[in-house]
DNA sequence: CTCGTTTTGTTCTCCTGTTCACAAACTCCT
DNA sequence: AGGAGTTTGTGAACAGGAGAACAAAACGAG
């Protein structure tokens, strides 16, 4: 009853998937601080959600907790992990390496998560010269070749966004299936490959919207 | 009829305002190329999204389509950028000028969307040397003078993780009201003040995740 | 061994957001 | 001027996620 466990998960709802890396955050952080043992209130008030939504989110993995005592920090951190794939590790390739593909390659949250950075690509050869976070820049023609050697599949694009399509073009086609995109515009990409798009513009013009919306409400309640 | 319009469009939903600007991205792009007039379908495969929910969400704005011909371009590009709030330039501090905090001072998607990066502050003595961007680091106990100054309400956090918290707490003391958030972990902020978090480690393990359920898927068809 | 206490796992209800489908409104052609 | 053809705006059905509330299960005291 222990090897292939039938009932590991089917369908996990996609607002799910997104809070299991942060419940996973919460978790190593109580087990940074000595926490044994932690309860659903505990975690999700480390986590930043409700103690229902987190219980409700653990229970589509199995059950890992145990009623009137709560839930194992170490083994349930490792459930996640494990749920979320990050047990293994995951090569992956920075493409475009400018002042955010610098940030990036030099971002110590990738390497201890699990997913380390086998690649730097960049099209402009004066930027091949370079050597960032220890690994040197490569021809960006050399993707085809990285990705086989390295079983890649997941690829950063974080170059300007005239660039992106024809990269993430060439990223499904040296075989990539999973693309985290900083350029802002819209990747069309071909079925069964995931895109996450991270725009750093739109997220302050959300924040803009409801500052303004905070300044008009006050000009508007003389009526 | 025109000035103060009161039907400017009481409560958008959250998630239509998540997407406005993206329709501006993708207004601003037909204007470049020339475009006068677009249908709601053009404009939201240029946006990624299906067309009854584009119309639906410009919808909430009012009324800026004509049946039986489309949208004007350059009319409905002002409307959203109006509603957003971004016809008027936001002052902007970061915070934290490590890799990220150079990459963000250095991003042009900023400045060309109408928010302005006024300071650059760090708590490190040795950074306060420099000059990014043209803009030079100034010690963060210069926050709350510089947030005076210029009418600052928007704050990035860019430090490491467990500084973001008390950076937070003095953006807060010294009036800013929304926060864009790069550090990985949780931000507790009073009652009317808007966070918004970006973590990169996140997005990469969301796609972890789902690589992991198309190898797996691939392993169990064979039952 | 039994009872009370604690905390999980789950069911039910509510609410937000998405999609469909169509009437209203506009243009163009005859 | 009238009718055919488009395209918007929206009402209504549908799906999915959030939160409250409670039953089931484990532990510990006596």
Not at 33 to 50: K, R
Not at 85 to 94: F, M, N, R, S, Y
Not at 191 to 217: C, F, M, N, P, W
Request: net charge negative; hydrophobic share 45%.
């Amino acid at each position: 009853m222990s090897a292939r466990t039938p009932e590991s998960a089917r369908d996990i709802p996609e607002a799910t998937v997104a809070r299991l890396p942060v419940y996973l955050r919460a978790l190593i952080t109580l087990a940074d601080e000595g926490t044994a043992t932690c309860s659903s209130e505990e975690l999700a008030t480390a986590a930043g959600v409700n103690s229902a939504k987190l219980r409700k989110d653990l229970s589509y993995l199995g059950s890992y907790g145990t009623r009137g005592v709560g839930y194992d920090v170490e083994y349930l951190r490792y459930q996640i992990a494990r749920e979320i794939g990050v047990t293994q590790d995951w090569p992956v390739v920075i493409v475009g390496i400018g002042n955010l593909g610098h940030a990036l390659a030099n971002y110590s949250g990738f390497r201890s998560r699990g997913f380390r950075v086998v690649a730097l690509l960049d099209a402009d050869p004066v930027r091949q010269a370079e050597v960032v976070a220890g690994i040197d820049v490569r021809s960006f023609d050399d993707l085809d070749r990285i990705v086989v050697e390295h079983g890649v599949s997941i690829g950063v694009i974080a170059t300007p966004a005239v660039a992106a399509q024809d990269v993430a073009d060439r990223m499904v086609a040296a075989g990539i299936t999973s693309i985290l995109n900083f350029a802002p515009g819209v990747l069309t990409v071909p079925e069964g490959v995931d895109v996450r798009k991270v725009d750093l513009s739109i997220e302050l013009q959300i924040l803009a919207y409801h500052e303004q919306r905070k300044a008009t409400a006050g000009t508007e309640d003389a009526s």
